[in-house]
């Protein structure tokens, strides 16, 4: 684990103070084409480009969260995002697998599938910058 070759003390006090270090501010937000009409402007999305110290911040923020949540068996037994040896991939073939077992017990099975693909035009800019 990253952390440990930094003094999580020191990390862990500056999650709790809740305080952003001036490094952790700084960004350049560039505009980054979608798809469609290059000419309209709904057409792009934002993208920040962070400092070096900024990704090593998250990258350490990460692994310290995810560890409190395997550690403590926080997490559901069907996660399988962001955890090791286990993906999207994996989450398809459980659900495959569920499909297939209850057809041949000839039961029925429904799904309910949401597209997320334009969730962030729908977030509110004022919300994400506090």
């Known amino acids: 684990m990253l952390a440990k070759f930094l003094n999580l003390s020191h990390l862990q006090s500056i999650i709790t103070a ?6 952790l501010k700084y960004t350049v937000i560039k505009a980054c084409f979608k798809k469609r ?10 993208v ?9 911040f998250e990258l350490l923020i990460f692994h310290c969260l995810k560890h409190n949540l395997v550690s403590n068996n926080i997490l559901a037994n069907k996660q399988y995002c962001f955890l090791d040896n286990v993906s999207t991939a994996s989450a398809i073939y459980k659900l ?5 077992s209850v057809w041949n017990n000839k039961e029925h ?22």
């Open 109 to 130: 099975i429904m799904g309910l599938f949401c597209d997320l693909a334009k969730a962030s035009d729908y977030i509110s800019h004022e919300l994400l910058i506090l």
């Open 18 to 23: 809740g305080t952003c270090l001036d490094h």
């Open 48 to 56: 920040s480009l962070l400092t070096g110290f900024s990704k090593l």
């Open 96 to 100: 495959i697998e569920l499909i297939f």
């Open 37 to 46: 009409d290059k000419s309209q402007i709904s057409n792009y999305r934002p």
